[in-house]
């Protein structure tokens, strides 16, 4: 029986407002905290022994949770700092005249690095919904023929998660490659890359992952690997034989020379957790509390960007800002975002039916029923 009061406790027990920020950043539970400071420890009693062990003990393990959590192998994941240095670094594999297929608004650090690199970008839209028409992307891959469709799993602007099944299996047709930025999806629900048809798959993990800064990682699909091999060297990649090394391409050429291991000692953690509780129930109380969220909202007649079903939604909500309300919410202890002039609102698993209480609450007192 998983006690939600210590859930939360672990997470915001010296937060003294509410907070409802995941979405930017998620916050590591004590115990990681722990974990990590111990690690720390056994680091400065013993250096160059410790940083062995963790080279060949604890990144592969950390890289068979990734695997075994989005249902891929360890030889396709790599331990990144960030999801956009991994995309980067997979784009300098593609030649110039690789055709790719972007969404107008999507987050920034998805679409700039193939526009800097100079490919060949095409571009969709979301509809006036904020939602995407699957027909109309199938539509246009089925004309244009991009060799990639990069998008983001969940949108950061609104919320509105893609149905990547049904566009993974729509790339597969046309024989278009999917990249996936799971950033705003990783640790809140089930990803499975070999049903989605997911060839590339990045996640930054300090937001819903609850695994802090400095950690990310990187999927990229054998035939992927193969097809376009990294162009990017680092220690990892080489193979060394009486003291001089060759370049072997590989998964680990995403990697940097040395990883953080406190930094992947907290994703470690982090994706126990998320092992332990379980993805179905991390999914299901973020619903819980979305659905609780949007009914409040409702009732109360207060609107929401993007009428979105239950399925294209995950733990982010978006509503329209009004001057001054941003600034009314912070006063009174409340911890959210403003994005594209809107506020967003993220619920974790840490929130409760009380936090939504105490913003609805707040929304009504700052802007009342007329």
């Not at 989005?70 to 670094?89: C, D, K, Y």
């Not at 046309?174 to 798959?201: N, P, R, W």
Request: proline share 5%.
């Amino acid at each position: 029986m998983i006690n939600r009061a210590e859930l939360r406790s672990q997470h915001l027990e010296n937060y003294t407002g509410i907070y409802l920020n995941s979405p930017a950043n998620g916050i590591p539970s004590l115990a990681n905290e722990k974990f990590v400071a111990a690690e720390i420890a056994k680091f400065r009693e013993a250096p160059a022994s410790y940083r062995l062990d963790f080279i060949t003990h604890a990144v592969p393990a950390i890289k068979k949770q990734v695997a075994g959590l989005i249902n891929g192998s360890i030889s396709e994941v790599a331990l990144i700092p960030n999801s956009s240095i991994g995309l980067n670094l997979f784009i300098n594999s593609l030649p110039s005249e690789t055709k790719v297929l972007l969404i107008e608004d999507d987050y920034p650090s998805l679409t700039i690095p193939f526009q800097v690199n100079e490919l060949d970008v095409l571009w969709t839209t979301f509809e006036e919904d904020h939602t995407l028409d699957l027909a109309k992307i199938e539509a246009t891959i089925k004309e244009h023929r991009p060799a990639f469709f990069a998008l983001s799993h969940c949108q950061y602007l609104t919320g509105y998660l893609a149905d990547l099944e049904s566009i993974g299996a729509i790339c597969k047709q046309y024989d278009c490659k999917l990249i996936v930025d799971a950033t705003q999806s990783f640790g809140a629900m089930e990803i499975d890359v070999q049903k989605c048809h997911v060839s590339v798959l990045g996640a930054s993990c300090y937001k819903w992952t609850l695994a802090g800064f400095g950690n990310g990682f990187l999927y990229v699909s054998e035939d992927t690997l193969n097809t376009y091999p990294p162009k990017s060297a680092g220690y990892n990649s080489f193979l060394w034989t009486n003291g001089v090394p060759a370049y072997l391409p590989s998964i680990k050429s995403y990697e940097p020379g040395h990883h953080d291991h406190t930094a992947f000692h907290r994703l470690g953690f982090a994706l126990q957790t998320i092992t332990e509780l379980g993805q179905d129930f991390i999914h299901l109380r973020i619903a819980e509390l979305m659905d609780y969220l949007i009914q409040q909202l409702q009732e109360s007649k207060m609107p929401v960007i993007g009428d979105f079903y239950d399925e294209n939604r995950l733990g982010i909500l978006t509503i329209p800002s009004k001057e001054g309300l941003f600034q009314h919410l912070l006063s009174q202890g409340i911890e959210a975002s403003e994005r594209g002039g809107n506020i967003r609102i993220g619920l974790h698993y840490y929130n409760t039916e009380e936090d939504v209480d105490v913003f609805v609450k707040e929304l009504k007192r700052f802007t009342p029923s007329p």
